[in-house]
């Protein structure tokens, strides 16, 4: 299993790209949830806290054991030992430094992004959505391979990529996720890193949401974190359709001006995943 990210924050953003938590079966934990605006994402989650020590501070609530097990995984995916139906998330990964000024966070700036599976357990009435996202090493997938960021602003490399992802079942591969460009992102840029800022220093324990600023001051403030920014819209495959052994999953994120959905198709049948301009998460189910 692939470490390197082993003291980064790992953090999540729950409703970022339309309808895909009706599909997911998630609206009703949110029904409590006021947003900003009716696009703006419903709230973050915490799926691995690296060198947590709890806090002797009074603290609202303490974060599940599980969170401090590293889930980023490459190359695999391990399926719950439970029997509960799971489904891949395509998401985009960000590798973000975090900077800190008197215990709040005060910059999140994106340097690489990537294909990345925020593969989530599909049980109702859960009590937070962390509970879904992480039960063990191998329950996450971000790609080896990462683009840099020139610049995370209109007229940067991110305006010229698309994601997608597919599900290969005996032999076969079929679109899991709808092909769709970044910027169909409702936060996106600099709206979502000053969203992500304000959801982090202001989340409070509510409904399913956790206290994350207080988790991060138990974690030390780390400088470091993935963030994954939503999952995408699924296909009616992919909505409908649960992952088990055997199964191989593919996220890819590539650049549209390059390449196109065909094109995708070719490199992954031809077992071709390491492209230029081309971030592919190929993960075999255990």
């Known amino acids: 299993m692939d470490t390197q990210y082993e003291n980064y924050l790992g953090l999540g953003i729950a409703g970022n790209f339309a309808l895909h938590l009706a599909q997911a079966g998630e609206l009703e934990d949110f029904k409590d949830v006021i947003t900003a605006d009716e696009a703006a994402p419903k709230g973050m989650f915490p799926f691995y806290l690296p060198n947590y020590t709890p806090s002797t501070n009074a603290t609202t609530r303490t974060p599940k054991d599980i969170l401090t097990t590293y889930p980023l995984s490459s190359d695999t995916l391990e399926l719950p030992k439970q029997d509960v139906n799971v489904q891949t998330e395509p998401e985009v990964g960000l590798v973000c430094e975090i900077s800190y000024k008197d215990g709040k966070v005060e910059t999140v700036t994106p340097s690489h992004f990537g294909a990345y599976n925020d593969c ?167």
């Open 120 to 286: 989530s357990i599909r049980i109702g009435g859960a009590e937070k959505i962390s509970d879904k996202k992480n039960w063990g090493t191998s329950s996450k997938g971000i790609s080896s391979s990462l683009i840099a960021i020139n610049k995370f602003a209109e007229g940067g490399v991110m305006d010229k990529y698309s994601i997608c992802s597919f599900l290969k079942r005996d032999n076969v591969l079929i679109p899991y996720g709808e092909d769709v460009e970044l910027n169909g992102y409702s936060y996106f840029y600099s709206k979502l890193t000053e969203w992500i800022k304000k959801q982090i220093n202001t989340q409070e324990n509510f409904g399913p949401l956790e206290p994350l600023s207080e988790y991060i001051q138990a974690c030390e403030y780390p400088t470091k974190a993935i963030i994954s920014i939503g999952a995408t819209r699924y296909t009616e495959y992919g909505e409908t359709t649960f992952l088990k052994g055997n199964d191989e999953i593919f996220v890819v994120v590539y650049n549209h001006d390059t390449y196109s959905f065909e094109d995708v198709i070719a490199s992954l049948n031809d077992q071709e995943y390491t492209k230029e301009e081309m971030s592919v998460l190929h993960q075999k189910v255990l």
